[in-house]
């Protein structure tokens, strides 16, 4: 038996079943969540490595492709594309969702009037369109649903070592990183969230730190039934979760910060 399948055989028998579809299914493959390909050179943060059973690991294939793509779309440099892959990123986006990329492209008059929203100004010789945000789709809503579901799953299983329940309840709030330029740089969700106490771990592969591609801090209560993840990709994209491991509690935290608000609960369940 090779070195390879001695580690994979202590992988399945150190973590037996699947976390992300409640702990109750035996697990057949290892996880990468984020997926590889959103980090320069497939160079994904170590640790990040999941039991899942076959349905959670490949069902989410192409919402993987997304995030990638998402995560890897920086509208101040070229950093997101340091290893020279997002061409074959593009090239897969466009095989599996054909219409997509014209869809993520504003038109130019939808361009130019959130450019102007925006405080974007075209460099020389770019137009409107390119120099913009992109449009987000319900496909990338969607991708982005089931990446943040996994993602916090993933997370709560690796600080706590249990399975996150399938009665448990998870609560989205995910921005573009439109909400970036508009902030300089900063997420507002996150100063609003600043004050909660949490850990937020320097993640690395090689002694290398790969924060600027993927951080995130969580807070936990004492009996880890209820978390906050707060996860940045990027200049890509960004998101804030409340989840809670008795779904109802979850409901009434909803409903008390609406009443003490006074606004809509800006968090969509997952
Ligand atoms: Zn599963």
Redesign the pocket.
């Known amino acids: 038996m090779g070195m390879r399948k001695v580690r994979r055989e202590a992988f399945l028998a150190a973590h037996p079943y ?5 702990g109750e ?1 035996k697990t057949e493959t290892v996880e990468h969540c984020p997926p590889r390909a959103m980090f320069q050179d497939r160079a994904w943060p170590e640790g990040f490595e999941f039991p ?6 490949h069902g989410s294939a192409d919402d993987d492709l997304l995030v990638t793509l998402l995560a890897r779309t920086d509208p101040f440099t070229e950093a997101g594309d340091r290893d020279g892959r997002m061409t074959e990123i593009i090239r897969s986006v466009n095989q599996k969702f054909p219409d997509l990329i014209g869809k993520m492209m504003p038109t130019a008059i939808e361009a130019r009037a959130m450019n102007r929203r925006l405080g974007i100004a075209p460099a020389t010789g770019q137009t409107n369109q390119e120099a913009g945000p992109v449009r987000v789709t319900d496909e990338m809503h969607r991708a982005v649903r089931v990446f943040a579901g996994k993602l916090t799953k993933a997370i709560f299983y690796m600080h706590t070592g249990q399975v996150f329940p399938t009665d448990g309840r998870i609560g989205l709030n995910w921005f573009t990183n439109a909400a970036l330029i508009t902030n300089a740089g900063r997420y507002p969700v996150f100063d609003v969230l600043q004050g909660l106490d949490g850990l937020a771990p320097a993640l690395v592969r090689s002694k290398s730190l790969l924060n600027d591609q993927f951080e995130y801090k969580l807070s936990i209560s004492h009996e880890s039934d209820l978390l906050a993840l707060q996860a940045r990709f990027g200049q890509g994209f960004g998101f804030a979760v409340f989840a809670c491991t008795a779904g109802d509690r979850l409901d009434a935290l909803f409903a008390n910060l609406e009443v003490r608000t006074g606004r809509r609960n800006p968090f969509a369940l997952i």
């Not at 699947?18 to 409640?22: L, R, S, T």
């Not at 899942?52 to 690991?57: H, I, M, Q």
Request: proline letters at 0%; one cysteine or more; charged letters at 10%.
């Open positions: 699947c976390i992300f579809c409640g299914v899942a059973c076959e349905n959670c690991n």
